[in-house]
Structure formats: C-alpha cells, structure tokens
C-alpha cells in the first residue's frame, strides 16, 4: 500500500519552519539560544554579535549557549523526513516562510519569551536596598511578570542587604503560586538568609502551612539551625505546624508542576557561565598551554589571588592531592573551583568549556579528602561561610612571618584569611565579662552539634606558641585562646575543629 504522508508532509514542514535561524531562516547549524531573549540562531551567525538582532537586546558571549531542545526537534524532524521520504524538507522552509509569522509561532509552540517593557537590560542589577527586579515583583505578588523574569534569566537566588531572598519574602508574606515559581526554577529550599534562617524557618514563625508544605516537597531540611542555634520547630506559633515538621517524612511525595520549565534551563543555574582564573604554582607547560586556551574560549586569567576568582588551578600528586599553600587556603574559604591541571589539557581540546563537567578535575585535598568540594558547594548554595559568628583578636606582630609546616605567614594573611571566611578581626583584646551581655549566637558550621566545644564559642584569641604567647589564656564556653596552627586545621577541614583533636584541653 502506497502511503502518501501528504497530511504529515504539511505538518512537518510548518513545524520545520519555526525552527529556522533567526538570522539566515534556514536549518540552524550548531543552534545556540540567547539566554535574556529566548532567541535561537545558527551558531556561526550570532557568535560575534553584540544584540540580538530579532529584539535588539544587548548580548554578551557568555549569554549564548547550545540549545540542546531545538538540536533535538531538529534531529527528530530529519529522522521523520526520511520516514515519509521528504528528505527537502529544509529546502522547501522558504516557500512557506511568508504564511506563517515564524517569531509568533516560536512563542507558542516553544512558550520563549520575547521582549517585555518592565523587564530592564541588566536584569540581575539590584538596586540601592540591594533588591532586584525579582525581588520587586515578588514584593509586588505579580505572578505573571514574575515568571516572565524567570524566563528571561532572573536569578532566584539574590538576597537583599538584609539578606532576604525573594522565596524568604513570599513564604514569611505568604503567596504559594509565586513560591512554586521560584521554586520550580532553581530557587534553593535551604537557603539561608537574615539571620541565618532559611525559607522552613519563615514559614514556621509566620505560620504558612501551606508555603512549608511546598517547601518539604521541595526536600527542605527541618533540621537546620540559625545563628541562634534554633531549627524551624522552634519557631512553630500552631500544633499544625509543629506535626508538620514532627513528621519523619515530608507531607507529601507528589511531583509538582514544573511546566516553567520546559522554557527555563534550570542547569544554567548551575552551569558555571564566568570564568577567571588563576593558576597557582602550574608548571611552565601547562601555563604556556592555560594562556593560549584563554585567547581561545576568552577567559581572564588573575596573577594574583582575588575574590572575583572563580577557578584555581593547580599541580597534583598521583591521588589528586595538591600540596596546601596560602592560595589554596584563599580557596577553600572562598568556596571558589579547585581544578587540577589536567582540566587546562582537555580544554585546549573541545569548543565550549562553558558545560564542562568541572567535578572531574576537582582536586581531592590538601590533603583532607573532599574538603575543597564541600566548601564550593557551601558557596554554590549560598551558605555562610567557615567564619561567620566568628571574631578574631589576633596575638601577632605584623612584620614577622610564622611558619606552620611549609607554609609561611603574615599577620595580613591571617586577616585576609579570616575576613574571606565571613569572619570579624577585633583591633582590641576582648573582655571577657563584656561579652556575657552580648545576645548569643550560634557559628553556622557546628550550629548542628550541641555537644561539639566551641558550640558557643564566639571570639578566639590567636597566638603562636613560644616567645610572646598571652600570659592569660581563656577556656571559658564563649571565648578561648587557641594556637595559629588551630586556625589553619579549621581552613584545611573545612570546619571549626575541635581544639581537643589537637591536643589541646
């Protein structure tokens, strides 16, 4: 039987056309989307552009990106052309170009965005409170734009001057349709925010059982403390809440809408789009080799460490362990990207480094195994860092350098160190009998482990053992004396040790 596909010819071939590059109008080769836009073109026909030259936004390099779904319907149209034997399908898109509004078709079919008044150029840029657009909208309770700002790129996950995340904002207001929009594009359940509280802990003290049943959904952790020291239980105003998160499991195990989707990359979000490097230490080959990949993928390499760097490179033994140094150090409090130098080869190798898969490379220690990825996933998720809660009043001279091991440092460095870390230095010695007064806080990184010994410890006092060591040492619960080579062993593990682990009482 003879089988015409007249009807399917018709279809995939109006299907086809909506697929077409935005520039050239034929069959996109290599397809990349313009993340602010949701417009889709050859990759050779956009790779040097600065707008968009549908909606003339503006574009930066790193906002365009493979689009893996249009490659797909490509793939999927070819293979059904071979089926019916319309092999010309490509060829055929230009006499049906004129009857069909190919920008509107796109938006229906694929729901993209397209360009919107409210949403500005800058879409991430906050303003004099530190709020973003999101931030106002959300405020505002206008689920509509607030998806179209998802859409179009909005991180859900800035936080205000005090600290607030636009989910913090609608669970503590209450508005469940906004907070399964945040939530469904990436916004994280476990945040933290103003002081220390995560979206569960609004919910239990403004009582939104419904915004904490979302958030249990959404794996939020019951168990999590603030900064002083108490999990989202504590805070419950009702019974109904209380049995909420009394109960071992979370309300319920349904999977949630998540139509917003299928226009919104939630992996962009977690896709690293901005690179600045620094390369520690590298072997000359291997740093000939990093500055020709940077003119190649565009990349701004640092010769010093500083806090924009997102990715250090380093030389590493046989088990993946690179030797501690003062920059790894910077590193592992910072939270940023601990490479080994193997990833410089293979990036030499491939086109787009944008969606590498970075954990590969990450190095194992220095030599605490894991340490330096448990402090990048700190960061990722936006959780305090090692030092928050933390004062430090340092017993040193500045112009001397201290050795621990084969590091050598300066008073300087023990203050970068610290201040990176989130934590405060104190130009005085604190009294002890002043600080009974103060209100009590929890350091976020043992908030967890009531019987650990530095539970309330809030202020150390730092000296080097020897020649100038304090007379008086403290070992009262919120004030202790502790050696230098204490502070390096809480960076090099990632957590405030326990002083008895060094043999210390």
């Known amino acids: 039987m003879d089988i015409s596909w007249t009807n399917t010819a018709k279809a995939l071939q109006d299907f086809a056309s909506i697929l077409v590059c935005g520039k050239c109008g034929f069959k996109p080769i290599s397809p990349v989307r313009l993340t602010n836009c949701g417009h889709f073109f050859c990759h050779d026909c956009i790779k040097s552009a600065t707008i968009c030259v549908k909606c003339d936004i503006p574009v930066q390099p790193r906002e365009i990106n493979l689009d893996c779904l249009v490659s797909n319907l490509?793939?999927?149209?070819?293979?059904?052309?071979?089926?019916?034997?319309?092999?010309?399908?490509?060829?055929?898109?230009?006499?049906?170009?004129?009857?069909?509004?190919?920008?509107?078709?796109?938006?229906?079919?694929?729901n993209t965005p397209r360009k919107h008044s409210y949403i500005k150029k800058n879409i991430n840029k906050p303003n004099a409170k530190g709020e973003t657009q999101l931030h106002t909208m959300c405020l505002k309770k206008n689920a509509e734009q607030v998806k179209q700002l998802l859409i179009a790129g909005a991180n859900p996950n800035t936080k205000d001057n005090a600290g607030w995340t636009p989910l913090q904002e609608m669970v503590s207001y209450g508005c469940i349709e906004i907070c399964k929009l945040l939530l469904s594009c990436g916004a994280l359940p476990n945040i933290s925010g103003y002081e220390k509280k995560t979206p569960l802990h609004d919910a239990a003290e403004s009582d939104r059982i419904e915004e904490a049943k979302l958030l249990l959904d959404y794996h939020a952790d019951k168990n999590l403390y603030d900064q002083y020291g108490k999990k989202p239980i504590d805070y419950c105003k009702s019974d109904e809440m209380r049995q909420l998160l009394t109960n071992v499991q979370s309300s319920s195990?349904?999977?949630?809408?998540?139509?917003?989707?299928?226009?919104?990359?939630?992996?962009?979000?977690?896709?690293?789009?901005?690179?600045?490097?620094?390369?520690?230490?590298?072997?000359?080959?291997?740093?000939?080799?990093?500055?020709?990949?940077?003119?190649?993928?565009?990349?701004?390499?640092?010769?010093?460490?500083?806090?924009?760097?997102?990715?250090?490179?380093?030389?590493?033994?046989?088990?993946?362990v690179t030797k501690l140094t003062l920059d790894v150090l910077f590193t592992i409090v910072h939270g940023s990207w601990l490479l080994n130098s193997e990833w410089i080869k293979l990036a030499a190798d491939i086109d787009d480094i944008s969606n590498m898969d970075f954990e590969l490379f990450e190095v194992n220690g220095p030599p605490i195994s894991d340490v330096s990825k448990r402090a990048r996933q700190n960061a990722e998720n936006q959780n305090p860092r090692l030092f928050n809660n933390c004062f430090f009043y340092f017993v040193l001279k500045a112009d001397i350098t201290y050795r621990i091991g084969d590091l050598e440092l300066k008073k300087k460095d023990l203050i970068q160190l610290v201040t990176t870390g989130e934590g405060t230095v104190l130009s005085r010695q604190p009294n002890p009998e002043d600080l009974k007064d103060m209100m009590p806080v929890i350091p976020f990184h043992i908030a967890s482990d009531s019987t650990h010994p530095l539970h309330k410890c809030t202020h150390y006092i730092i000296y080097m053992p020897g020649k100038g060591e304090p007379r008086i040492k403290y070992k009262m619960p919120h004030i202790k004396s502790l050696p230098l080579i204490w502070l390096i062993e809480c960076i090099e593990k990632f957590t405030l040790v326990n002083p008895a682990h060094l043999g210390l009482s």
């Open 74 to 110: 490509i793939q999927g149209c070819d293979t059904i052309a071979q089926i019916i034997k319309r092999e010309n399908i490509w060829d055929n898109i230009v006499d049906v170009r004129s009857n069909i509004s190919v920008d509107k078709t796109v938006s229906e079919v694929l």
């Open 253 to 320: 195990e349904k999977i949630l809408d998540k139509s917003i989707n299928q226009t919104l990359d939630t992996s962009l979000h977690a896709r690293c789009d901005k690179f600045v490097i620094y390369a520690s230490n590298l072997k000359h080959e291997n740093q000939k080799l990093l500055s020709l990949i940077a003119t190649k993928h565009k990349l701004k390499i640092l010769t010093t460490y500083r806090s924009s760097i997102t990715h250090v490179i380093v030389e590493v033994n046989e088990r993946n």
